[in-house]
């Protein structure tokens, strides 16, 4: 069946680096389209990033600092995390969506079969 496995978090500073990664397996990575997702302690699910065969997208954020990409080969898709903020502290959500457009990659209901996540904690 279809499943991800967030991998990847962690404790660092500001400033740091961290990348995630988001294995997939039953079925064709080059087939869909992978978004990156985040929840921080008491606020809603916020679409991160997301990732095409020939298009990425980020929210205003994290653009110049965070990097999307995928691995097909591998099954992977990684997300590049650098210059961290505290404020990126969150649990981190891959899923999997379906020609997202510059408006629907950021909606939550057009994604399906969440991984469990991972957490980035940055603090000082």
């Known amino acids: 069946q279809v499943q991800f496995v967030e991998s990847g978090g962690g404790l660092v500073q500001p400033g740091d680096s961290l990348r995630l990664s988001c294995a997939a397996s039953g079925f064709t990575l080059d087939s869909y389209a992978i978004g990156w997702f985040r929840q921080a302690p008491g606020k809603e699910r916020e679409a991160v990033s997301c990732?095409?065969?020939?298009?990425?997208y980020y929210r205003d954020s994290v653009k110049d600092r965070f990097t999307i990409s995928r691995d097909n080969a591998k099954g992977t898709v990684y997300l590049q995390m650098n210059d961290l903020k505290p404020e990126d502290t969150a649990i981190y959500y891959c899923?999997?969506?379906?020609?997202?457009?510059?408006?629907?990659?950021?909606?939550?209901?057009?994604?399906?079969?969440w991984g469990q996540g991972t957490r980035v904690t940055v603090s000082s």
């Open positions: 990732i095409t065969r020939s298009t990425t």
């Open positions: 899923a999997l969506t379906s020609r997202p457009t510059h408006i629907t990659w950021k909606i939550q209901k057009t994604y399906s079969f």
